[in-house]
T-cell receptor, first 112, second 114 residues
Framework: DAKTTQPNSMESNEEEPVHLPCNHSTISGTDYIHWYRQLPSQGPEYVIHGLTSNVNNRMASLAIAEDRKSSTLILHRATLRDAAVYYC?????????????FGPGTSLSVIP | KAGVTQTPRYLIKTRGQQVTLSCSPI?????VSWYQQTPGQGLQFLFE???????NKGNFPGRFSGRQFSNSRSEMNVSTLELGDSALYLCASSLAAGEGYEQYFGPGTRLTVT
């Protein structure tokens, strides 16, 4: 199964951009890159997903490397509410979530 | 639109007892998945239901079971509870299964086994 690796923790100042990296060197051609985040005492929350092209939504942007072996979640202006654990996962559109591996994620701290 | 709801939010049980957790998906969502989250193992997939059928099951013992009703609501049951079953149990719903739709998670049920 394809796996992802992320830094254990990162820090950012409030109102500054944050770039959260994810490596997925064994990604297959049909794997989508999904990002979720989990705020303290809450269930995970969908953030964004993409296949090959960069993606933007109201929460964040996803930059995918040309070879697709890495990607970066970009929070344009970090707020205190963005302090959470961020998970980068791979999912093939043809398979269900039993094949999805949630690693330890990146714990993001936002400094006021 | 209301989000995924899970009941109860907190539960304390003793070893050997059984427990039933409930999940109501977002209206219109037909797929429900369950996860167990512990500090040591992280998020682990339990099972996935779609249209009242179990589509996939994770690597958990038979003491863990679930079902889905015609209104897409789902329940999971854990029999003969063990101390190691203490965890946050999360339910997630999506429009369909295996279609690339994102999952929406509930707040979870915190189960403590003493």
């Amino acid at each position: 199964d394809a796996k992802t690796t992320q830094p254990n923790s990162m820090e950012s100042n409030e109102e500054e951009p944050v770039h959260l990296p994810c490596n997925h060197s064994t990604i297959s051609g049909t794997d989508y890159i999904h990002w979720y985040r989990q705020l303290p005492s809450q269930g995970p929350e969908y953030v964004i997903h993409g296949l090959t092209s960069n993606v933007n939504n109201r929460m964040a942007s996803l930059a995918i490397a040309e070879d697709r072996k890495s990607s970066t979640l970009i929070l344009h202006r970090a707020t205190l509410r963005d302090a959470a654990v961020y998970y980068c996962i791979l999912r093939d559109e043809e398979t269900s979530y039993d094949k999805v591996i949630f690693g330890p994620g990146t714990s993001l701290s936002v400094i006021p | 639109k209301a989000g995924v709801t899970q009941t109860p939010r907190y539960l304390i049980k003793t070893r050997g007892q059984q427990v039933t957790l409930s999940c109501s998906p977002i209206s219109g969502h037909r797929s429900v998945s369950w996860y167990q989250q512990t500090p040591g193992q992280g998020l682990q997939f339990l099972f996935e239901y779609f249209s009242e059928t179990q589509r996939n099951k994770g690597n958990f013992p038979g003491r863990f079971s679930g079902r889905q009703f015609s209104n897409s609501r789902s329940e999971m049951n854990v029999s003969t509870l063990e101390l190691g079953d203490s965890a946050l149990y999360l339910c997630a719903s999506s429009l369909a299964a295996g279609e690339g739709y994102e999952q929406y998670f509930g707040p979870g049920t915190r189960l403590t086994v003493t």
